[in-house]
C-alpha cells in the first residue's frame, strides 16, 4: 500500500474529471447540433467547452509564451458573445485600438479569463445594449492595456472594494471575477486600477504591464 496522496485527490486528479465532464458536454452539443434549430446554440456550447478545459488544463501548465494579443481579444470577443446569447444578455459593441505585432508574455488561457471578465462586468453593469472598447499598446514603462465601457460607471464609494474576493453588488453572483483578474494581472507582475469616466459614467480598467 502506498502512503501518497491519491492521484484523484492531486489537482491532476481534478482536472482529469472536469476534462471527462467537458467532453460531456461536447457530446451533448454534437447531439443538439443535429436539430438546425440549435445549431447555434450547439455550436457556442463546444466553444464553451473547449475553452473550460483549455482554462483548467492552463493549471497545469507554467509556460511563459509570447502571446499575439489581437488573437487573445478575438477569443475574449468570442466567448463573450457566445455566454450573452446562451444567457439572453444584452447585446455589446466591441471597439479596439490596438497596437499591430502587440505581444504579451505569460498563458493564453489566463490572458483570456482576464478580458473575458471584464467584458461580462461591462454587460452585467449595462441596462441595456452598450460598447466596449479595447485599446492596447506600448507604454514608455512596458504595455497599457485599456478596457472602458459607456455603462453606468462604478460609484465612488464602492471603488475601494470592487477587487477584494467576494465583494458583489449582485445578487447571486460570486463577486470573484475582479478578483480573478487583479490576481491573473499581479501574477504577470502587473497592475490594475479602475476608475470612470470624466462625466462619472463608463467603467475604465487600466492594466500596467512592465517591460521584462
Ligand atoms: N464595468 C463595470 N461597470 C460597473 N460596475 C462594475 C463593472 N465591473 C465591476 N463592477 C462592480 O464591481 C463588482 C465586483 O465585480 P466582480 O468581482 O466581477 O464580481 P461580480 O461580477 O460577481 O459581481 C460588481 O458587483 C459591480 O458592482
Ligand atoms: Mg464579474
Known sequence: MSHQ??????????????????????????????????????????????R???????????????????????SAIEFARDFLQAVKGPQIEFARQIEPGLRLRGNPAGWERVLVNLFLNAAQAMESD???????????????????????????????NIFDPHFSTRAKRSGLGLHIVQTIVRQNTGS????????????????????A
Request: charged letters at 20%; aromatic letters at 4%; glycine letters at 10%.
Open 5 to 50: 496522496t491519491a492521484p484523484d485527490l492531486t489537482i491532476e486528479g481534478l482536472v482529469h474529471d472536469l476534462n471527462n465532464i467537458f467532453e460531456t458536454i461536447q457530446e451533448a452539443a454534437d447531439l443538439l447540433a443535429k436539430d438546425p434549430k440549435q445549431a447555434r446554440l450547439a455550436a457556442a456550447l463546444r466553444r464553451s467547452a473547449g
Open 52 to 74: 473550460g478545459s483549455r482554462i483548467l488544463n492552463s493549471y497545469l501548465e507554467h509556460s511563459q509564451e509570447l502571446l499575439d494579443f489581437e488573437l487573445i481579444l478575438d
Open 130 to 160: 452598450g460598447t466596449v472598447e479595447v485599446s492596447a499598446g506600448r507604454s514608455a514603462s512596458g504595455i497599457a492595456i485599456r478596457v472602458s465601457d459607456n455603462g453606468p460607471g462604478i460609484s465612488p464609494k464602492i471603488l475601494p
Open 192 to 211: 490594475v486600477i479602475a476608475s470612470n469616466g470624466p462625466s462619472g459614467r463608463g467603467a475604465i480598467f487600466d492594466i500596467e504591464l512592465p517591460n
